[in-house]
């Protein structure tokens, strides 16, 4: 029996070799490094923070949330005076344009008394005027006839036979309406010619 040194095996084809020299068993001054500390900061497995720097973060974010909180509950009151602010603003505007249909209608009035007659061109502009205001508002006056019958902008209150009218069409508006489809006040009050 001889004592030859064993050769190593051959490296499988592909397989990394491993490297020859030999590593510093773990727990020497080699493996802790030249300086002879621990791990790193990076290590995985270093040394926990401590208690006090979790008690800190969740102190800090608790801060954090109580101020959004408040932030928050601010925005909402400011955005409730804010709203209230541009009701009140919408509400002078409509009465403003509203006014000087008022100021004629007294005009109007007071000249009734010293010629009749005048009443009813006066009560005519004032109408016309009233008219204006609510156009300028958005609602524009809606009272043509002769259209054919729209759900949407008509309401039915009558039906009449009227041979020379297309039947469903529009032949007489009652009460006028106000406003486009989309953005209405009130639809117009009509009467339609009879189907057959």
């Known amino acids: 029996m001889s004592h030859r040194p064993q050769e190593p095996e051959p490296v499988p084809e592909g397989a990394v070799p491993e490297p020859e020299q030999d590593l510093p068993a773990p727990g ?28 800190a973060a969740l102190a800090e974010l608790e801060d954090r949330w109580r101020r959004t909180l408040a932030d928050l509950d601010n925005l909402r009151k400011r955005h409730a005076r804010e709203l209230e602010r541009e009701r009140a603003a919408e509400r002078a505007r409509t009465a403003t344009a509203l006014l000087p249909v008022i100021d004629n209608l007294e005009l109007a009035l007071s000249h009734a008394e010293a010629d009749p007659a005048t009443i009813v ?10 008219v204006d205001a609510l156009a300028r508002l958005g609602y524009a006056r809606q009272d043509e006839t002769g259209v054919p019958f729209d759900p949407a902008r008509h309401e039915v209150v009558g039906v009449v036979d009227d ?11 009652l009460r006028p309406g106000y406003g ?6 009130r639809p117009m009050a009509v009467a339609v010619a009879k189907r057959e």
């Open 28 to 55: 020497t001054a080699e493996a802790r490094g030249a300086g002879g500390e621990g791990p790193g900061p990076d290590a995985a497995g270093g040394p926990a923070p401590p208690e006090d720097e979790y008690a």
């Open 163 to 173: 041979p020379e009218a297309e039947p469903g069409t529009v032949v007489q508006v």
């Open 180 to 185: 486009d489809t989309d953005n209405q006040l």
């Open 121 to 130: 061109e006066g009560v005519r502009a004032v109408r016309d005027q009233a």
